[in-house]
């Protein structure tokens, strides 16, 4: 079964590299009218607009580890560095040392990857299966091993063999939408329960801007998956869970995304509700984080049978939710409140076993979620 899926980003959306630009080094902050913009140097177009001397003295430069700015300034006029970047983003918040660039193509084009899509939609699914994993299995495990039998009741041993390869998921093209760099921290839980910044953590972060629109297809390769699994590989295909449950019938697979979304915004928003800080710019940077939690549960509420909102980027994957998933099996019945206790303690340690959930959380420094996305499939 084969869909077009359009996308509608529905707040700032960051999928990184993984890597770190530095200010005066790999990009500069340059001023357009009254907008401020951050430029990423172009090597090529800098050697060309310069002689070779020129060009071999700034590499030297660089190679000591120090910003060219300076000598640029000297060699070519500041109104003119424009036409040397590879791209420019809207500076959102204030300047920072260092930028986390979104992941473009070899050609410079903003996209998120399928990759990223199907890792958002594979833990929607994981989440609901795990519910059915034995008690037994559970019980008393470290972190790391608690995750490996999550992983391998769910997905099997071998990710060659995983369900989710029957699942195809295309990239989605944004290079229509200038990218924005916002200012991102993380928010992290203490030990007297108050949330504070994490030092150190301040980071300007290239993003998709909210409400950007692109179209991209997703298909479910029903006749092989059914195959597989009538005939499975008892070595290597050992895996429960059964994704042709889900993949045959669209809208109860929105609705598995669907639910699962709003059972993790919806505990953290409680929480949130339920929070007497004290130091004001955490404070309010949380609430206005809550605010915006209430606005995805809002548009969750009035979605169509062929619409799904999922959470992409940075602390929205299986792993990052390992912690919330232990409450969600839980109160589904799958393991008893002692159990979970215990599994708690293995999990975060005996120092944050009464923690609520999520101890550490990154946001925008001003509170601004990051990572939603709405999908609206189309049969093609």
């Not at 070779?52 to 300076?70: H, K, T, V, W, Y």
């Not at 099997?156 to 989605?172: A, Q, T």
């Not at 895996?239 to 059972?263: E, I, P, W």
Request: glycine share 10%.
């Amino acid at each position: 079964m084969n869909y077009k899926v359009s996308y509608q980003s529905l707040t700032p959306i960051h999928v990184g590299t993984g890597e770190d630009l530095h200010l005066g080094i790999e990009f500069t902050k340059h001023s357009q009218g009254e907008n401020d913009f951050l430029g990423i140097w172009d090597i090529k177009k800098l050697q060309g607009a310069m002689q070779d001397s020129q060009f071999d003295r700034m590499i030297r430069i660089l190679a000591s580890g120090e910003s060219p700015e300076d000598y640029l300034k000297e060699i070519i006029p500041r109104k003119e560095w424009g036409a040397l970047f590879s791209r420019k983003m809207q500076l959102v918040d204030s300047l920072k040392p260092t930028l986390k660039p979104h992941i473009h193509t070899g050609l410079g084009k903003v996209y998120l990857p399928g990759s990223a899509l199907k890792g958002a939609i594979m833990t929607g699914i994981m989440a609901k299966e795990a519910e059915k994993i034995p008690q037994t299995l559970l019980v008393g495990l470290k972190r790391r091993e608690l995750e490996q039998v999550i992983w391998r009741q769910t997905v099997g041993d071998n990710m060659s063999y995983s369900p989710g390869r029957f699942l195809k998921v295309g990239d989605v093209d944004f290079s229509g939408y200038q990218t924005q760099a916002w200012l991102g921290s993380v928010l992290n839980l203490n030990h007297e329960k108050l949330y504070e910044w994490k030092k150190g953590t301040d980071q300007m972060i290239e993003c998709i801007p909210y409400l950007a629109t692109a179209e991209g297809k997703v298909a479910f390769d029903l006749i092989a998956l059914e195959t597989a699994e009538k005939y499975p590989d008892k070595r290597n295909n050992r895996h429960k869970v059964k994704l042709s449950t889900y993949l045959n019938d669209l809208a109860k697979f929105t609705q598995v995304l669907n639910q699962g979304q709003l059972y993790w915004l919806e505990k953290e928003l409680k929480f949130i509700n339920n929070y007497n800080g004290q130091n004001k710019s955490e404070e309010d940077a949380l609430f206005q984080y809550g605010n915006d939690l209430k606005e995805i549960i809002k548009g969750i509420s009035e979605l169509g049978k062929n619409q799904a909102i999922i959470r992409v980027g940075a602390g929205s994957g299986y792993k990052s939710l390992s912690g919330n998933l232990l409450e969600r099996l839980e109160q589904a019945g799958a393991i008893s409140t002692s159990a979970h206790s215990q599994m708690i303690e293995g999990l975060r340690g005996a120092k944050y076993r009464n923690m609520p959930f999520p101890k550490t959380r990154k946001v925008f420094k001003d509170g601004v979620a990051w990572g939603f996305l709405k999908m609206t499939f189309h049969e093609s």
